[in-house]
């Protein structure tokens, strides 16, 4: 356990500049606790730029994640961070009401704590020093901007993590570009861990309403079913679709004019970040920021610059690579390409076991078997 001088002793939260690197950089322990699902492509990325920015500044590092979006046990990782007493702590926040007696805990506990990706609105209520990430809403409204001047008046959110406000933020702010322009929106919900029912509910949708000429996806998760889909159906081509978010099948998808646009908030950063910033706060007490949001996007890939992110995938920066080139989405009820695993949640509930998923295919399964994982021994 390591207690940083001064943010204990009563006399404020910043530590006095240079305390905690009397100490030394490789005893200070950074620990992230997010609703990231492991079957999720997303989120491996940010573990990849945590895990660097712990590399390149040699400090310790924790990511921990439910295996579900589940704000409960999001809430008891917190708390089970916070008694073993970190030096800093990185939380997203997609739920406030159930995860804000727990992050404010942290903070009471003289715990320096950062929040990324979900709650941007509400981290200063809840006592956190800055977030990192992007402004859902207007992300949200500027894909809807892009969906309207392509034509779009019927569109389709798909949302594959019902329960989470910055969901809900980037369905709204859709809704309030096309209603300027003349259109509407309609939230169509979809199961992360169910793809193929995911694309089965997206082609009911698009049969039930011929209308509908637009689909704006939240994630990947619903962005490689919404293909499959509009294929299936015949409907390529003559629905414009946008996603949040990036793999290397959603760029292949833009090179090949399935998909208009894909707005990417640059999750390497969210992961990144956050550990330099802590860093930097326990040894000098200073943030950057002014107490607004550290933005990492939106910004927008399209089928003229998706080749250049595309080879960044195999460094993991833009998004999670899988070992071989990506190859075309099967069509529907084909079985996903066989890859090796290339992302990993933990947990720790007395034992660590660490849950891999195939990285070939955003289809693929979560992985049906557990991989008993021993952490490095600590200097």
């Known amino acids: 356990m390591v207690l940083v001088p001064g943010l204990l002793a009563g006399c404020g939260r910043a530590p006095a500049p240079g305390a905690a690197a009397s100490g030394g950089r490789d005893t200070l322990r950074i620990v992230f606790v997010t609703h990231g699902q ?16 712990a590399r390149d500044l040699g400090v310790q590092l924790q990511y921990q994640a439910p295996a ?10 917190i708390r089970s961070t916070t008694a073993a007493r970190p030096s800093g702590l990185v939380v997203s926040i997609p739920d406030p009401d159930a995860l804000r007696a727990a992050i404010q805990d942290a903070t009471a506990a003289g715990i320096p704590v950062i929040s990324i990706n979900s709650g941007g609105d509400v981290y200063r ?24 001047e392509a034509g779009v008046r019927r569109a389709l ?44 509910r997206i082609a009911g949708a698009l049969r039930a309403d011929p209308a509908i000429d637009g689909m704006l996806a939240l994630g990947p998760a619903g962005a490689d079913p919404a293909i499959a889909a509009l294929r299936g159906t015949g409907r390529a081509g003559s629905v414009s679709f946008g996603t949040f978010d990036l793999t290397p099948r959603v760029l292949q998808a833009l090179e090949a004019g399935e998909l208009l646009f894909a707005i990417d908030q640059q999750q390497y950063l969210q992961g990144y970040l956050p550990v330099v910033l802590l860093v930097k706060y326990l040894e000098t ?5 002014g107490g607004d949001i550290i933005r990492t ?35 529907p009820r084909r079985r996903p390409c066989a890859g090796r695993a290339v992302g990993c949640a933990s947990r720790s509930w007395g034992r660590r076991w660490r849950w891999c998923w195939s990285g070939c295919s955003s ?3 979560l992985a049906r078997r557990s991989v008993r994982w021993r952490a490095r021994p600590r200097g």
């Open 38 to 53: 492991s079957a999720d492509p997303f989120w491996s990325v940010v573990a990849n730029g945590a895990n660097d920015a």
């Open 68 to 77: 579900s979006f589940d704000m409960i046990e999001q809430s008891n990782l």
């Open 125 to 148: 209520a809840l006592g956190v020093l800055a977030h990192v990430g992007q402004t859902e809403y207007e992300a949200g409204f500027a894909g809807g901007d892009r969906l309207a």
């Open 157 to 200: 959110c798909i949302n594959h993590e019902v329960g989470n406000i910055a969901q809900d933020q980037r369905c709204a702010g859709l809704a309030a570009a096309l209603q300027r322009a003349g259109g509407s929106t309609t939230v169509l919900a979809v199961d992360l861990a169910d793809p193929d029912a995911a694309q089965q």
């Open 285 to 289: 007490g200073t943030l950057p920021g």
């Open 297 to 331: 996007g939106p910004g927008f890939v399209t089928s003229a610059n998706a080749a250049a992110v595309l080879e960044l995938t195999r460094r993991g920066i833009r998004c999670s690579p899988c070992r071989k080139p990506p190859r075309p989405l099967p069509a």
């Open 363 to 365: 289809r693929a399964r």
